[in-house]
């Protein structure tokens, strides 16, 4: 479920620099986040 | 009671949030709630960490209006539910508050939250307006913000924490910035990049500053270009509610290590640091103006005074000996900060605030009516303005007619203290100017009290060149007679 909470904008770089400062288990988060990212951007058509 | 049939007017300044909205209704304050918020309210309420903050006051005492006490107002359609809260006896803003009020309300939200998050609840948001004061304590006044924990959501309020709790706080501590006047001017805070631009390169080597402050703008800064949902990604990668709980601890830590210290930077000390040794007259004034205002402050109880220009509080501290509430007002911000730190940890009757008098707290947000000006706050029963009438028309160039018809539109009694020109703070404030101020004399200000006030009583201090009034205004002064 997702949160419906907020009435503000939280900003992507503070929601990721949680996971940066969550230890070890943080650092497998970015690296996952990261590699979803990049294939994301490799299954956009270009134009 | 009797119903009320008009549709309730909700409080200007609360539409952030539409799930939670305030009104106010024959002097009581009431909260909305919708679907959502009622839900969440009946799942928060009936636990104990919450009941227990509530008994203790720093949650603010909250009662749920019952079906039929509720079809007493005129609601919208989509509210399911209102809660009544205890009043709070004058509302601050965090641009008003000294270094040391705003780090206690930034734990007190660290603290809720990270209790909170124990019996799996959330605050949805971080902002230190869901924070007031009695005395120098803190009290949670937000309870919509208490929502059921979305599991291994990243914390949706870290940025806003940041920007309105955080950064001013280091930007204090770490290089003496007032973040008072920075607030008022941004009331959503500061952001990453610009806490960057003021802070040095050695700067990024002190707590708090690199992760919080650099990271967090850097990772901004590149994460505009995702198109996808980062909190619905973050999840997908596997993000833990304990990461957060990890961090609250590191912040915690932080934010109990600042300090601010007024006297530490020489060219930074501010001027009334050492008021009693600065001047002749202090000293030999200070019993008869003591026992002056505790004469008067004594002749009744009241409930809410106002001390303009208090500098080190000792007349706040006489004032709250007789009165539920005493707000003492000054500009220098190392002295209110002193004087936070002097009063007892437990008391509640005196909230020092940093004001400029001559260019008060106006009213500010969405059409300037989200955040009250100072003067819509509460009417005093009693106003002490002593050694400040000068520097209002002598250094503010406010002529004196406008600073006496101020104070008697404030509708309170007034203690006030006028030196002559011939007082060394005087001459002082003259020594480099043209005096331009010829309506500046004993004479004159008499004048103008009398077309406001009655005054009551009228005394010399002993060092001669300054004299004590106490005035009731008029209306008012006929009950005074009659006691």
Known sequence: MLSLFAYFDPSAGSLLLQAFVGGAGGIVVIGRYLWMQFWAKQSTPVR | ?483
């Open chain 2, 1 to 483: 009671m009797s119903p009320v049939m008009s549709p309730v007017k909700f409080d200007v300044g609360s539409f952030r949030d539409r799930s939670a909205r305030v009104f106010e209704s024959e002097q009581a304050i009431y909260r909305t709630l919708n679907q959502e918020s009622s839900e969440a309210w009946k799942r928060v309420s009936c636990q104990d960490f919450f009941q227990r903050r509530m008994s203790t006051g720093q949650i603010i005492p909250t009662t749920e209006l019952s079906d039929s006490e509720i079809r007493r107002f005129l609601l919208p359609a989509e509210v399911t539910g209102v809660l009544k809260h205890e009043r709070i006896p004058f509302i601050s803003y965090p641009y008003e508050w000294p270094f040391a009020l705003l780090k206690r309300a930034t734990l007190l939200q660290l603290d809720l939250l990270t209790e909170a998050m124990t019996h799996q609840v959330m605050l949805k948001d971080s902002t230190p307006y869901n924070i007031q004061f009695r005395g120098t304590q803190p009290v949670f006044i937000d309870i919509g913000s208490f929502i059921p924990l979305v599991p291994n959501e990243p914390w949706l309020a870290y940025r806003q924490f940041c920007e309105l709790m955080l950064f001013p706080l280091l930007l204090q501590a770490y290089r003496g910035i007032h973040f008072q006047s920075v607030l008022r001017a941004q009331l959503e805070g500061i952001p990453a990049k610009q806490f960057l631009q003021w802070i040095r390169w050695r700067d990024l080597f002190r707590p708090g500053v690199f992760t919080n402050g650099w990271l967090h703008a850097a990772l901004e800064r590149n994460a505009q270009q995702v198109s996808t949902s980062t909190v619905k990604d973050l999840k997908s990668s596997g993000f833990q509610s304990q990461m957060i709980q990890q961090m609250l601890k590191k912040l915690t830590r932080l934010v109990e290590r600042l300090e601010w210290n007024p006297a530490a930077t020489p060219w930074a000390a501010t001027q009334w640091a050492n008021y009693d040794a600065s001047l002749p007259h202090v000293a030999e004034d200070l019993q008869e103006k003591s026992d002056f205002v505790r004469n008067v402050c004594q002749t009744h109880r009241r409930t809410l005074v106002w001390d303009l220009g208090c500098n080190d509080g000792r007349f706040s501290r006489i004032a709250c000996e007789f009165a539920t509430t005493v707000v003492a007002l000054d500009q220098d911000h190392g002295c209110i900060e002193r004087l936070c730190k002097s009063l007892e940890p437990e008391q509640r009757v005196i909230l020092p605030l940093c004001m400029d008098l001559a260019n008060p707290s106006p009213g500010q947000g969405w059409r300037g009516q989200e955040r009250r000006r100072l003067e819509e706050r509460g009417q005093p029963d009693l106003v002490l303005c002593l050694g400040l009438i000068h520097h209002l028309v002598l250094a503010a160039n406010i002529p004196l007619p406008d600073v006496v018809c101020w104070l008697a539109s404030l509708g309170g009694e007034l203690v006030l203290e006028f030196p002559s020109k011939q007082d060394a703070m005087v001459k002082g404030l003259l020594r480099n100017k043209r005096d331009q101020y010829a309506d500046y004399s004993l004479e004159h200000l008499v004048q103008e009290l009398q077309k406001s006030f009655q005054v009551v009583r009228q005394v010399s201090l002993p060092s001669g060149e300054r004299t004590l009034f106490h005035a009731i205004p008029q209306g008012k002064s006929k009950s005074a007679d009659g006691v």
